[in-house]
Structures are given as structure tokens and as C-alpha cells.
């Protein structure tokens, strides 16, 4: 984790985060943190181009799983130096109260490109759920520079005007990366070339691209990366988000009046016990190609967004009315 960065020319980790960040997302106070830096080497890793200190996603990723077993009882001595894989299994070894403990793995994708990463800077919600390292750049720089030991899952690389050269050396470079998907960001591209980027297993968007559209091609690596040809099981690829409310629970919002009065709380909640089964329902698909699970994936990924969004907006309707839904919930029917 003390390791020295590489140069920030070649690939910078995104997201990065301050020490009052860090602080917040693993429950320590900024003063222990420093301490731990101190004595332990468990700093920032990343400096930037004008040497300020920051948190990569590894970074913060590996004090969550040191603060884990320190607040289970293991001295911070003991694990300090430790890698990862070694936390890890500490963690697991401690039974199932702690599983949550472990990190998710989040799909690792370079992007290519000054003109792409700079866009990156301004519109960073691109890259949540996903660890992402961007490499400002031209294509054939990066070719010359980035070697085999940067595995990546995907490689986005910005391209301003499309040729067979260009083709070529994203082939090259996603083959050297390891990476399973490649989406090219276009500029200048005819049909000829769209035709070969597809035929050659790539993607193709004009950029700039819209965010949400960016945002969901980054979600589907994750896909990737579980999926197999043939009859699968969606449910099996996705992890479904938690939801907020069970079915007593948006029954008793039913009955009650929001500080509308009106009906609201009703129709919200009914709409998010429909949204949840169409949910429940989605996962269950059978798909027979790729064609199909990206599909039914994209159906899957707006229902949960749009019952997640429901439920932010039953919370709003029912603002302070926790006590009397409880009553409705513990209530002989």
C-alpha cells in the first residue's frame, strides 16, 4: 500500500480520495489515520502532479479490511504489513458475521486518450463501481508504453479519426492488456471501419459519449466477466441491489397519508412491490446469446433503478412518520 506510484503519465487510479473521505468510508478519525501512516506505512499511495497525497480504491479497500479485524480484536501490529489476499482470508476465517467485510472486486478498465481522460475529470459518475486507471496519452504512445503487466478486463480508447492503423493497434494493446471488452470512442469513422471494429469483437460510440450510455457499457464488464455462451440464468450474472422496504412495510405505507394528503404513499408503494416482481422476474430469464443477456440485462439494471428511485421518493411521502408505520406494521390485521 506504501508502494510509490507510477507516474501519474502513464496511468492514474480513479476514483482517488482525501484523508476526510477515507476517514468517513472506513469509520476511523483522520489523526488515526495518520498515526497508521507513521508507524505503519498504510498511507496514500497515489501522489498527483502537484504532490498532494490521495487514497486509491485499493488503498481505501485495504484499510476497510484492516479496520474489520482491528474492531474484531486484532492488534493492528499483527496485520499491518499484510497483503490483501492475507486480510482477506483473515477476514473469512472469522465466520460469516464479518463476510460483508470483504471489498467486492470491481472490473479494472484503462481508458486512452488526453482528450478522453480530460473529459473523464468533469464527468467522474462515469466511474463508480468500477476501478479505473486513465492513460493521457495518444493511442500510439500508449502502444509504445503500456506493457503486459497492466491487466485490465476492459480498454476504453478515444479515437479522433479511425483507420485500420488505429484498429490494428487497439487490437494490439487490448490483446496485451488481457482485456475481454474494447470500446472505441470515434470522432471520424465510416461505416467500413465500424464494420471491422464489430467484426473484430469491439464496440464503437461517438464521442463524447452520453454519460448514462458510457456508464452502462462500463457495468456490462461485470456481466462479462461471469458470462459463458449458452443457456444461463440472469440472476446469476447480476446482484441485485438490496431493497428498502419489504412487503408489510409498503402494505402499512399504503394505508397511511402522506403531509400531501393524499394518496401518494398508495401508489408508490404499489408501484414498487410491481417494480420489485418484474425485478425477481428479470433474473429468471433464460437468454441463449450474447445479444440476449445484454438485453435482459439492460431491462434488469432501469427496473432496479427505477424501484430504487421509488423508494427514495416513498421516503420523502413518508418523512417523519416511522413511529405510526410501525404501529400499522405491529397491528392485528
Not at 163 to 176: F, G, P
Not at 247 to 274: F, M, Q, R, V, Y
Not at 291 to 314: D, F, G, N, P, W
Amino acid at each position: 500500500m506504501n508502494a510509490p506510484a507510477k507516474a501519474p503519465n502513464i496511468l492514474e487510479p480513479r476514483p482517488l480520495y482525501g484523508i476526510g473521505t477515507v476517514a468517513r468510508l472506513t469509520g476511523l478519525k483522520p489523526d488515526t489515520l495518520r498515526v497508521w501512516e507513521r508507524r505503519y506505512g498504510l498511507g496514500a499511495s497515489y501522489k498527483s502532479a502537484s504532490g498532494r497525497r490521495l487514497f486509491t480504491q485499493s488503498d481505501l479497500e485495504h484499510l476497510q479490511l484492516i479496520t474489520a479485524l482491528v474492531e474484531d480484536g486484532v492488534r493492528i501490529g499483527e496485520i499491518a504489513s499484510s497483503d490483501r489476499k492475507t486480510l482477506e482470508l483473515l477476514v473469512s476465517n472469522r465466520g460469516s458475521r464479518m463476510a460483508k467485510a470483504i471489498p467486492a472486486s470491481k472490473s479494472k478498465v484503462v481508458f486512452v486518450g488526453p482528450e478522453l481522460c480530460q473529459w473523464l475529470d468533469g464527468h467522474q459518475g462515469c466511474l463508480s463501481n468500477i476501478s479505473a486507471f486513465l492513460s493521457r496519452m495518444p493511442l500510439a504512445n500508449a502502444v509504445d508504453t503500456l506493457d503486459q503487466d497492466e491487466k485490465a478486463d476492459m480498454l476504453v480508447v478515444h479515437c479522433p479519426s479511425v483507420s485500420m492503423t488505429n484498429i490494428n493497434a487497439m487490437d494490439t494493446l487490448a490483446n496485451r492488456l488481457g482485456a475481454k471488452r474494447t470500446l472505441v470512442l470515434y470522432q471520424l469513422c465510416n461505416q467500413r471501419w465500424i464494420e471491422e471494429i464489430e467484426r473484430r469483437g469491439m464496440s464503437a460510440l461517438e464521442y463524447p459519449p452520453e454519460s448514462a450510455r458510457l456508464a452502462f457499457e462500463l457495468g456490462r464488464v461485470a456481466i462479462d466477466h461471469e458470462a459463458k455462451q449458452g443457456e444461463i440464468n440472469l440472476g446469476e450474472l447480476i446482484q441485485a441491489k438490496p431493497r428498502m422496504y419489504d412487503d408489510s412495510t409498503l402494505n402499512a405505507a399504503g394505508k397511511l397519508k402522506s403531509l400531501l394528503d393524499c394518496e401518494c404513499p398508495k401508489h408508490i408503494s404499489d408501484l414498487i412491490k410491481t417494480l420489485s416482481e418484474f425485478e425477481t422476474y428479470s433474473t429468471a430469464c433464460s437468454v441463449e446469446n450474447w445479444h440476449e443477456a445484454a438485453v435482459h440485462s439492460c431491462i434488469y439494471a432501469y427496473t432496479a433503478q427505477a424501484r430504487y428511485l421509488m423508494e427514495k421518493a416513498l421516503q420523502a411521502a413518508l418523512e417523519g412518520r416511522g413511529e405510526e408505520l410501525t404501529r400499522i406494521i405491529r397491528s392485528p390485521r
